[in-house]
């Protein structure tokens, strides 16, 4: 069961209008909380902005800003027609989340944290599936974008991603490399 959730969960970012429930929200946090975190030093930080909420709509209008102010496409109209995408597609998703990694007291502590809280996405995404709900994992604009002091992150958690959830509208395809294509047999 555990194997066929792995093969067909997929990044989603297109969903239908149906809400997530707050219950279902914790469910799939609580999911990513049984990470393995060496140390036991639970690194992880869930910040979940509500759905047609102030905070979402500031978040969503520096990000738009962001990508205006740094899209690499000199095209006028290109420039706004991705702002306005990346603004949309926040204030659209039917759930908005950041993940932060908290700071070790040293680099190596830093980096497992990070690992941990990354392991603690992949749980989130596993049990979203399982329940029928999809979620996109962004390192892109939403986190690129400086929206820590707008939502309350500390300046020194590290950003895991931006998690966009909500019910699929349509389930993605994919394939993978076979395995001995992508392992070294010693």
């Known amino acids: 069961m555990v194997l066929e959730a792995i093969r067909t969960r ?12 707050v219950d279902d929200l914790k469910t ?4 990513a909380t049984w990470a393995p975190n060496h140390r036991h030093t ?10 047609d909420g102030e905070l979402r709509k500031q978040v969503a209008q520096i990000v738009h800003d962001w990508t205006y102010d740094n899209i ?15 603004k949309r597609e926040i204030l659209d998703a039917p759930a908005f989340m950041y993940v932060y990694a908290l700071e070790g007291p040293n680099e190596e502590v830093t980096r497992e944290n990070y690992a941990a809280t990354a392991c603690a996405v992949q ?3 596993l049990a979203a599936h399982s329940i029928g709900i999809g979620v996109g994992w962004s ?8 929206v820590r002091s707008t939502i309350g992150a500390e300046p020194d958690w590290q950003t895991v ?4 959830i909500g ?16 392992t070294t047999w010693r």
Do not use: H, M
């Open 123 to 125: 749980n989130l995404l």
């Open 10 to 21: 997929r990044n989603v970012r297109e969903f239908t209008d149906k809400p997530v429930t």
């Open 161 to 164: 991603g931006a998690l966009y």
């Open 28 to 31: 799939i946090i609580e999911a």
């Open 72 to 86: 690499k496409n000199p095209n006028q109209k290109r420039r706004i027609d991705s702002s306005e995408a990346a």
């Open 139 to 146: 390192t892109g604009k939403p986190c690129l974008a400086d």
């Open 167 to 182: 019910y699929p509208a349509e389930k993605p395809e994919a394939k993978r490399a076979p395995v001995d294509d992508v």
């Open 42 to 51: 639970e690194p992880w930080r869930f910040i979940v902005l509500a759905k």
